[in-house]
């Protein structure tokens, strides 16, 4: 009797081996395709200040952060310089006591270099324009990003109110909600009380706070010779187009005032909606032939986007293609449908995939559709596995009954 279960046991261990040899490469490749959902590209940099245009005194030097993000999914050496600076200026690039003309940053991270733009005495009031160059070592991305500064001379018959701002021009989409940051100095040698007003686009909310705090203020109190900041926060109507808006801030005490020009620049919303007609998000193909599906592409936003593209996110050796491959313009509201043709490699396993298709238009504004995609196999490999296992089957009984006799 121990010999008979001895044998038994054997006999399903041998068919629990046979099963498993036919499901580990469907856990194998579903564990893979868990793993592969990093949708940045290989390689990629960008330089950029966090304004493009800022306004100082005469006299005044800018600083401010320059900063080198990686994009890609490879570490790389951004070298970096500034090839166009304004005669009477010197800009440096530091970062930890050295000037700085290259930097390592690695995948998906940004570092930050200090940008100082000093001007000498002889630099009057004017716009000057300064550029700033990216590129990785080997010279196959790059990346550049240009600074505008304002020099402004002091306005005349308000010497006792002084107004400052670094960044008299704010860009953004029309729901994004601008804050400027404007430093106001009481340059008499007496206490004083200072009303503010703004005056802006009609239906524009417009509000004046203190610095790093939510209430808000229509006037403050400083002492003589004394400065302090104040945020102006303005928020578009709903329904505001893309253009330049002017916003006028005045404060004043008693017959003395000051002015400051504010812009907003609407660039309107960037915004993509992506999925399928029926809202099933799931394709059943077989293994190396093609299955299609339809896509829609839906401007939600309140801007023409342009140039807007298509990738995919893959199986290795998979191939995705799109018709059309690129939408040349869609208006706000308007929709496009792309076919989609997704064809499994000739070696792909029988069962689950994921495949992401990716719709990228302009400032950013992107859209993953996720398929889940079934690889099957044809009926004749169904059959074939069938009778494969069931000779297994067969082959290990006979075993079985053998081993039994003796």
Known sequence: MGLIRMRRKLFFQLIMVACLSFLTPVFIFAQEGKEKKDLRPERGIAVYTEFSAVSVSKGETVRMDLTLENKGRTDETILVKIPTVPKGWKAALKSGGYVVSGMYVAEGKLRALNLSLEPDKSVGPGTYAFQFDAQTTDGKFTSAHHLTVNVQERIPGVDDIQITTSYPVLRGQTDAR?????????KSDTDRTFNLVATGPEKWEINFKPAYEAKQISSLRMKGGQSQTVAVEVSPTKDAKSGEYPVLVRISSGEQKAEAKLMVVLTGIYKLDAGTPTGILSL????????????FVRNTGSAVNHNVSFSSFKPENWEVKFNPEK??????????????????????????????LMVDGERGSSKTVEIRTTVRASTAWGWIGIAIILFVIAGLSVLFIWLGRR
């Open 327 to 356: 939408i040349e313009a869609l208006e706000p509201g308007a929709l496009k449908q792309v076919e989609v043709t997704v064809t499994p490699a000739k070696e792909a396993l029988v069962g689950d995939y994921s495949v992401g």
């Open 284 to 295: 059943e193909t077989m293994v190396g032939k093609p299955a299609t599906l339809s896509l």
């Open 178 to 186: 601008f804050e400027f940051s404007l430093e106001v100095t009481n």
